[in-house]
């Protein structure tokens, strides 16, 4: 009989597992109480034992029947009178129909029922939680249902059969294996899982949304009843105040928090009366509902000095449909369904007690100069008086305490300021509220307890500055929370709930936040790893989120858009890898033809070719294993093994006639074979030798059945006669046809691939040949069209330029020594170039250090270099060759630094109104440009481009700013001008280099060059065909003397003499010398050169 | 394309086009009552999303029943075929309603069950598909196979894949007869367990088939009529992993098994043919000297007839065979003849060719020489086992010949039977009701109507 009981076990393993998992998620909601635990846990674990054949605790099904429906008015009294809700005997009856079917005697149907129970209770407590643990034991319910349907499948499946008598697992070669099911079962559940996990992302991802999910509704998420914070403030009651550390929301930052000067608080609602007990807000029933216009809600305008604050707000499902932001809130996004705005600047949404929300605000959080707040003294609306100034009637002592502690306060603020202080320093905080007999509860704070939680502070402090005439008004909220540094959120718990004030000055209408609280009001926290790990669990959650929660059709564009960029730059990657992969072919099969024969790249190919020759031996060793394995015989069916094995096999079988007979009969065997006669199973030696019709193989076979049949040992000249009767086979030339061994197969193969394989590089090499020509005619014809365009400066541009360039003598001077190496790279101030589209006037350096840097030596050499008259680079003589190489290349972005410098100074100039200082040092950046422009490197050129296009666009929009309208328009198309033309002339300098195939090309490129007077052009020439002449010796050997006289009249033509002068020298050289010296000089020195 | 190709194309294009349209209005609906949740007119939304979710449902049902009939899939020469389960009925309503719950209410969480939901026919669909690759079947049966005995199989199943193991296989074999259920039957199934019987068409289940390596399992398996079972093929299926989709491959293969009557003790036939063991006891006894030919050893042959001479003659062993009594030949004669106006022929006739099974059996271990005459096949008289497989081979297939059916075999009467052979001693087993007056001692005549 087979044994089938591991499956049973492991099935029924898994199914109890499942069915515990379930009671287990349900326990983790909290719902069930104590009782059903323990007599579920009971139960499980006596139906585990009792679940066999014959055991006495199993129930018949009809009797589990009848004991399911008894139950039913159980179900109804727990309802009515035990439970008092639907959840109480929902669960009861879950777990006691479970516990009835797991000691029946269980059918196949029963298990379903068992697993279908288990899937209920699973989503009763989805309907009970929204924690993330049940997202752990939701996964692992999963995994567990799938190890179970599978084991449940097997068992089907079995039941559906015959039982076999027998059952074994044979390998490739026969051999016997014990047959391991449940690794197998194991390993296809996790197997299962992740191409579940694999389908599902994509899946999800991709599912078409027709909506933005404003509301991520949970299974059923339980509303967090908000303890701390509320729409009223009442005082006086007494005793504890409890502290529940569950989490309210999650708020993400744009900004770098840690680099905010003062964290905000987040605000929730303002109530402005008082009756001498509690605080309320009568105008917040006056609301209106906004509208969203283009996906914002916009709820005020920004300041005239605004700083952004983009927070993200992940609320849980509250009791509240306050929506809470930082102070001055500018919009709202439409994530949310509707926004309400209040007179009494208080935000609230639709209710969202089941829900959580995300949603989006922008606050400006600039504050207007203390010294401007400190002026206020504009008297009071009388809306303003009439909310912001009602006090009840009170105690007296109020009044004059209040007078007393703003003794010497001269302004509204000051006021405000010293009463903060003034509360801060001789009130304690607690949470414990004790009375004496005092009626009025702030008065008794005030005079007596002195001590209260932040409510009482704000009170105290609003109604203190209410009696001196200083409209204020308190603001319910949460304080900042605590940051998690792992992903740049705020995690603000009930705890955190706060009151403070907020103090209205008119002049800039302005609510300015003050907080009476002591610091012991704020929450501290604590660094240890259990708080650590709190936080990434946090971001995980967070994470889940935001990519699962509220993915929408917004987020799927963007994902989608991702991909997209994604594939694109991997396809540009891949171009760029496949034209160099080119070039590099034709360089080593350049180099190849030169006889320079790249060392690197042999021992590389060596190494894969032993590699793949040791690959292909190991292969062939192992099938001879195989095969030996199976058939001894085989052994002699490869040469090399027969040379290996057979002279050490004839040894050992020295002494052993049988056993030598064995070996020379099987030798005549493979031989025989190979002449295409193979010895059949059935056939008899005899009856072989016979069908051969060879003579040999008689007379080979009758030696074989005397030895290998009787004790007799062959002689000395009978073991010769056999070994020269198998060579004469050997040599015998047979009428059988040869069958083609697997070896000659692979051999014949192998030949085809590579014949095939070099055929093809062939075919690739010509290819590559006849693109590079066409590359090298596109080329000629992007150079022309690029040099007919005849670029002269614009008359803008020429006209500022005169009013600088005043002096005589080279500018390049002053501009190499300003950039000599070993300066400072970096000058420039930090944050956005003023004129720049994103220019943020938050991140503007001081005026102090912009000073510092507008006084370095550096930038007054720059400032001198444009105003020469004359600016040619070619023309320094007095440079160290290391200095020179560096400033016909000068670097981008040091240039480009000090550039910005330059405009940050026209910006400062411009902001102090001195105009004329400022289009000079704009006239001085356009200067440089212009003479940067003209050089003969294409690195310079790109760079003077660059410059004059960063020029005129701060033109431009100084233009725009003392709007100059139609000159803007015109710098406008300079910039844009320069750019095009530094792109075009990148991309000529790629296709010279491009065209490098063959420098009858590149010569035409050349006097093309030239004849349009494009130095930097010709320039890239000559380095190409330098680089090409290089690549081949023979082009300078022999193609030389054939384009020389081209290459010599484009020379003469050319005006810049730097560059005749290196050619001239090296086609000089080259003339004279041996062909190989000259060939070995000319590379010398072109690389010195270029 | 046939004919009933073409039509049955228009019926799959027309369930297909009513599919799509409930799906695809359920679809739209869903899409208004989502565009309506803006306005807040909840009635509505909620109405539009019950009816779309009903739609949605209806599509379900209706397309349910479709797939589970078998699709096959020859289009692309794989000899797969499916059908769903009855679970798989229940898991597509609830992706479905899932589905379009999900588009209804935005829910993200309802967005990744439904893509979960997916994910899980996705994939159980690709493991079954791997499971069933690559797969080799053999079975070996014994030579003899008698009714209602048990016999051993040995069904092995070879994975030829390198890397990927098969799982849960279920092995049958073809015989040209299958049965079909309905959904109806399947989901009662399930509910009330099943109501086939194992048979042919489900012989093995293997749990695990390990990457190139063989498993072979022995089954005892009891053929339950005689005939002739014609093998066309296997048929590996496979609802791994999670039950939903039963996949099926076809092996085609050919071959027949052909099962003997089961011959039973003649003990229980003693009543119909009282005159038998007496009479039979008597014809032992005598045993005549004269030769009666020379023929060739064979084994089984007692090595007291070996004819020394003989054998060394002709070089192979002979025997000598004497001439027998002639009552200790026996002409067994089965009437195939079918008449319908006899009341459970068919049942008749199979305790008639166990009878003459039996009586063939019974003759042979005595010693006796025996042959089968029916009007379609005859048998010489013979000795052994051999010959009685012969026998027995005939018998298992022999079937009642109605008069309509023309025959190209031609075919003997009983009468010409009565004439053959006077010497030796007839059993004749007939429906006719005319042959029961024969007063020859040597005839015995067994009327059918009375077994």
């Known amino acids: 009989m087979i044994k089938s009981n591991t499956l049973e076990k492991y099935f029924k393993i898994c199914s109890y597992l499942l069915i515990t998992q379930g009671f287990l998620t349900l326990c983790l909601t909290g719902n069930v109480d104590f009782i059903s635990m323990v007599l579920y846990s009971i139960a499980l674990i006596l139906s585990w034992y009792s679940d066999k054949a014959d055991s006495k605790l199993q129930i018949k099904p009809q009797t589990a029947n009848w ?60 309907t009970l939680t929204i924690d993330i643990t049940f997202i752990i034991m939701l996964s692992i319910f999963l995994l567990l249902i799938l190890a179970t349907l599978e084991a449940f499948e097997v068992k089907r499946s079995q039941g559906e059969v015959y039982k076999p008598k027998e059952e074994k697992l044979l390998n490739q070669i026969g051999r016997a294996l014990p047959l391991r099911r449940i690794t197998y079962l194991v390993g296809v559940t996790f197997a299962i899982v992740l191409l579940i996990g694999m389908i599902t992302a994509p899946v999800f991802l991709m599912i078409p949304r027709l909506n933005t999910n404003f509301m991520a509704r949970s299974f059923g998420a339980t509303t967090v009843s908000i303890t701390g914070f509320s729409d009223v403030v009442e005082l006086g009651q007494v005793g504890d105040i409890k502290k529940s550390e569950q989490v309210v929301m999650n708020v993400r930052l744009k900004t770098d928090a840690t680099k905010l000067a003062k964290l905000p608080k987040w605000r929730g609602v303002t109530l402005s009366q008082y009756n001498g007990r509690s605080w309320s807000e009568p105008r917040r029933e006056q609301r209106k509902a906004l509208r969203p216009i283009d996906g914002l809600y916009k709820v005020d305008e920004p300041s005239k000095n605004p700083f952004l604050l983009e927070q993200t707000f992940y609320l849980e499902p509250l009791s509240t449909p306050v929506v809470f932001v930082a102070p001055r809130p500018l919009t709202v996004n439409n994530q949310l369904p509707s926004l309400y705005s209040t007179t009494s600047d208080t935000l609230t949404t639709a209710d969202h007690s089941y829900k959580q929300i995300v949603y989006t605000a922008y606050s400006d959080i600039s504050l207007p100069p203390l010294t401007e707040l400190k002026k206020d003294e504009q008297p009071y609306s009388q809306e303003t008086k009439d909310h912001y100034l009602q006090v009840p009637d009170m105690d007296e002592r109020v009044a004059k305490l209040a007078q007393d502690v703003t003794q010497g306060a001269t302004t509204r603020f000051d006021k405000a300021r010293a009463i903060e202080q003034y509360l801060k320093k001789n009130y304690s905080y607690s949470l414990e509220m004790k009375r004496t007999g005092e009626v009025d509860p702030l008065v008794d704070f005030l005079f007596n307890t002195q001590q209260g939680h932040c409510e009482y502070f704000a009170s105290a402090m609003v109604i203190m500055l209410r009696h001196i005439g200083v409209a204020a008004r308190i603001v319910n909220g949460f304080q900042t929370g605590e940051y998690n540094e792992v992903n740049n959120t705020f995690t603000i718990r009930q705890s955190e709930a706060h009151s403070w004030v907020e103090v209205y000055f008119p002049t800039t209408d302005t609510w300015m936040d003050f907080d009476p609280t002591p610091s ?123 040379q290996l094995f057979l002279p050490w096999l004839r040894w050992r079988t020295k002494n052993n006639p049988q056993q030598s007979a064995v070996l020379f009969y099987n030798e005549m065997l493979v031989v025989l074979e190979k002449k295409g006669f193979k010895k059949q199973k059935h056939q008899t030696p005899l009856e072989f030798a016979t069908n051969t019709k060879l003579s040999e193989v008689a007379e080979l076979t009758n030696y074989y059945n005397n030895v290998r049949f009787s004790n007799i040992k062959l002689n000395q000249q009978e073991e010769k006669q056999v070994r020269e009767l198998i060579k004469k086979l050997a040599k015998k030339k047979t009428v059988n046809k040869i069958p083609v061994s697997n070896l000659k197969r692979l051999g014949l193969a192998t030949s085809a691939v590579s ?201 431009a929009k100084y233009n725009l700013l003392s709007d100059n309208e139609d000159q803007a328009k015109e710098w406008f198309s300079i910039m844009r001008r320069s750019y095009q033309r530094r792109t075009r ?38 380095v190409a065909i330098g680089q090409a002449w290089l690549n081949n010796p023979n082009q300078v050997i022999l193609g030389l003397s054939k384009q020389r006289k081209l290459f010599l009249m484009a020379l003469t033509e050319i005006k810049k003499k730097e560059i005749v002068k290196t050619a001239n020298s090296c086609l000089e050289t080259s003339t004279k010398m041996s062909f190989f010296d000259r060939w070995k000089e000319f590379r010398e020195r072109y690389k010195k050169r270029f | 394309m046939d004919s009933k190709a073409i039509q049955d194309f228009k019926r799959i294009a027309k369930e297909f086009f009513i599919t799509t349209f409930l799906l695809g209005s359920a679809l739209v609906l869903a899409v208004v009552s989502n565009s309506l949740l803006q306005t807040g007119d909840y009635q509505l939304v909620v109405g539009t999303t019950i009816l779309s979710l009903v739609l949605a449902g209806i599509g379900g049902l209706y397309s349910v ?66 499971s069933l690759r690559k797969l080799d079947v053999s079975l070996r049966f014994p030579e003899h196979i008698f009714a209602n005995q048990e016999t051993l199989l040995e069904l092995s199943l070879i994975n030829r894949k390198k890397l990927l193991p098969s799982f849960s296989l279920t092995v049958g074999v073809n015989t040209g007869e299958e049965e079909k259920k309905n959904l109806f039957v399947k989901v009662q199934e399930l509910f009330l367990g099943p109501q086939q019987e194992k048979g042919f068409g489900k012989l093995a289940h293997y749990s695990i088939l390990p990457n190139n390596s063989k498993v072979s399992q022995r089954i005892s398996y009891t053929f339950r009529k005689r005939g002739n079972y014609q093998i066309t093929g296997f048929m590996i299926s496979t609802k791994f992993p999670f039950g939903f989709l039963r996949k099926v491959q076809e092996k085609e293969a050919a071959g027949e098994v052909i099962v003997y009557p089961e011959p039973q003790p003649i003990s229980s036939f003693a009543a119909s043919i009282p005159v038998l063991t007496g009479w039979l006891e008597s014809s ?132 010409e039977f009565l004439e053959m052979d006077k010497n030796d001693f007839k059993i004749i087993v007939t429906p006719l009701p005319s042959l029961m007056t024969t007063n020859n001692i040597r005839i015995k005549v067994i009327s059918l109507s009375k077994l």
């Open chain 1, 67 to 126: 004991l399911a429906i008894s139950f039913l008015p159980f179900v109804y009294i727990d309802f009515r009178y035990i439970s008092s809700s639907y959840v109480g005997p929902l669960i009861h009856y879950s777990l006691f129909i479970s516990i009835f079917n797991l000691f029946k005697v269980k059918a196949d149907r029963d298990w379903v029922f068992l697993y279908l129970i288990a899937v209920f209770e699973i989503l009763l407590a989805a």
């Open chain 2, 65 to 130: 029943p479709k797939l589970s009939r078998r699709v096959n899939l020859e289009l692309f020469s794989w000899r797969f075929s499916y059908s769903a389960t009855p679970e798989m009925a229940f898991f597509f309503v609830l992706t479905i309603i899932v589905g379009f719950s999900a588009i209804n209410t935005g829910n993200n969480l309802l967005y990744l069950v439904f893509s979960v939901l997916i994910a899980v026919i996705i994939a159980s669909g690709i493991i079954s598909e791997g």
């Open chain 2, 284 to 415: 032992q006894k005598g045993n005549s000297t004269d030769l009666y030919r020379m023929r060739q050893y064979v084994p089984n042959d007692s090595m007291r007839y070996i004819d020394w001479k003989a054998t060394a003659k002709t070089r192979r062993l002979m025997v000598k065979e004497f001439t027998t009594e002639d009552e200790r030949r026996f002409s067994l004669v089965l009437d195939d003849q079918q008449i319908d106006d006899l009341a459970d022929f068919q049942e008749k006739f199979e305790r008639a060719v166990v009878l003459i099974a039996s009586l063939a059996d019974y003759l042979t271990k005595q010693g006796s020489e025996v042959r089968l005459l029916t009007p379609k096949e005859q048998t010489d008289f013979g000795l052994g086992t051999e010959h009685l497989y012969k026998i027995f081979r005939i018998l298992a297939l022999i079937q009642p010949r109605s008069q309509n059916i023309i025959d190209n075999k031609p075919t003997k009467s009983i009468s």
């Open chain 1, 520 to 642: 012991a009001g704020f929450s501290q926290y604590t660094n240890n790893i259990a708080n650590k790990l709190k936080k990434y669990f946090s971001a995980v959650r967070m994470l889940w989120l935001d990519y699962v929660v509220t993915y929408d059709s917004e987020r799927q564009s963007y994902l989608s858009t991702r991909v997209r960029d994604t594939v694109s730059s991997y396809k540009s990657s891949l171009e760029s890898y496949i034209f160099n992969f080119r070039r590099y072919l034709l360089n080593s099969y350049n180099n190849f033809s030169t006889g320079q024969i790249p060392v690197k790249n042999l021992a590389i190919i060596g190494i894969l070719g032993s590699l793949t020759i040791l690959t292909f031996l190991t292969w062939q060793f192992r099938q001879l294993l195989k095969g030996w394995q199976l058939a001894p015989g085989k052994l002699f069916s490869s040469w090399w093994a027969r």
């Open chain 1, 755 to 955: 014949l095939l394989f070099l055929l093809g590089a062939t075919v690739f090499y010509f290819y590559n040949e006849r693109h590079m020509s066409v590359s090298s005619r596109l080329a000629k014809n992007q150079i022309l069209s690029f040099t007919n365009e005849n670029y002269r400066s614009p008359r803008l541009v020429e006209k500022i330029i005169g009013q600088v360039r005043q002096q005589p003598g080279n500018g390049a001077l002053d501009l190499a020594e300003a950039l000599a190496p070993g300066q400072p790279a970096e000058v420039a101030p930090k944050g956005k170039l003023p004129w720049d589209d994103y220019f943020d006037p938050a991140s503007q350096p001081t005026k102090d250090e912009l000073a510092k840097i507008f006084e370095r030596p550096e930038i007054a050499l720059i400032e001198k270099a444009a105003t020469y008259k004359t600016f040619d680079i070619s023309e320094l003589t007095n440079l160290t060759p290391q200095h020179k190489i560096f400033v016909n290349n000068l670097d981008h972005l040091t240039v480009i630094d000090r550039v910005d410098v330059l405009l940050w100074k026209a910006y400062v100039q411009f902001r102090e109104g001195k105009t004329k200082e400022c289009e000079r040092t704009f006239a001085l950046v356009i200067s440089l440009g212009d003479n940067l422009r003209q050089d003969y490197s294409v690195n310079n050129v790109s760079l003077g481009y660059r410059v004059l296009a960063r020029g005129s666009l701060a033109i």
């Open chain 1, 985 to 1022: 002339l990148q991309y000529l300098v790629g296709q010279i280099h491009l065209a490098g195939g063959s420098d009858r090309n590149l010569t035409e490129l050349f006097a093309l060059a030239v004849q349009k007077d494009e130095p930097a052009l010709a320039q890239q020439a000559t």
